[in-house]
């Protein structure tokens, strides 16, 4: 009886032990493609406070859209022992060796924003960009049914270019084939740029005769720059300007009536799911619920994809001020 007092007071004290040991925090690596826009910012600043309230560290690399650099910043991230990936790519092809090396490693990927592709990768977490290009273009054939559409696109790199363009087709090609509605221009950019915006549309309005109605833009750089060349032409505020990302410059424009919408995406719970999935990844837990899957060409990937919402004039205070994403006195400047 002795014996067994003993034994398990000694089996009782090592239970205490064991429960005072907490778990190493989660290191999650952070792999940004650049900081070239204003809401990247935001991402980066919501997914940081979001893993440390959770206990975890976080390292954030930038890759200044070379994708050499974020292969790299990849390998020296594994070598230091992280648990997760999170990537927003700059190359949605060369990023696939991101995959293969984390893999390789038994660390998990998860793609952020932008989908990576013809690799097994983990997880995907976005926003539905189908959706939002067929936001775009509802808003603006609702104003303007009838006439001439430029489409400029974004970056030919990044797959979320083909998914807005499919939305937006999806919403127009109905109304051309009923001849409401002719696309004279479209093309894809080089990067997300306020320089190809503003070059794209020059060229566009020098070398076409066409009367123009409504642009599409990929998202609001190109906006601004697309404003700009229109302003030079003298044809700010008669044309429909759409972008995407509710930036504060391209909110003042809509106050002033030279863009016409843009598109604001819930960047914080973007940031939160994926820190949420991180962690549940690290500790080897399964992710609960139902996921969507979106093909990258290798596998069907689990996916959470959230809703956008279309800002205009009317609705500025309603959404991005309102929910915090931006500042009245800013906006309203």
Known sequence: MKYS????AFLFIISLACSCIKPKPVKVGFLMHALDKERWENDRDFFVEKVQELGGTVTVTIADNNPDKQLEQ???LLSEDVNVLVVVPVD???AAKIVDEAHAKGVKVISYDRLILNCKLDYYVSTDNVEIGELQAKYLTTIKPTGNYALIGGARSD???QFLYLGQMNVLSPLVEKGD???VYNTFTDNWSETEGYKLTLDFLKQNQSHVDAIIAGNDAIALGVIAALKENNLDGKVLVAGMDADLKNLQEIVKGTQTCTI?????KLATTAAE????LAYGQDNEGTFQTTSNGEKLVPSVLHNAAIVNKDNLKLTVISEGYQKEEEVFK
Do not use: D, G, L, T
């Not at 007092?5 to 398990?8: A, N």
């Not at 999935?277 to 549940?280: L, M």
């Open 5 to 8: 007092v003993k034994i398990f």
């Open 74 to 76: 990849a390998m020296r």
């Open 92 to 94: 949605q092809f060369a």
């Open 159 to 161: 797959h979320n270019s």
């Open 181 to 183: 509605i002719k696309i």
């Open 264 to 268: 604001y995406k819930p960047i914080e």
């Open 277 to 280: 999935i991180a962690f549940r």
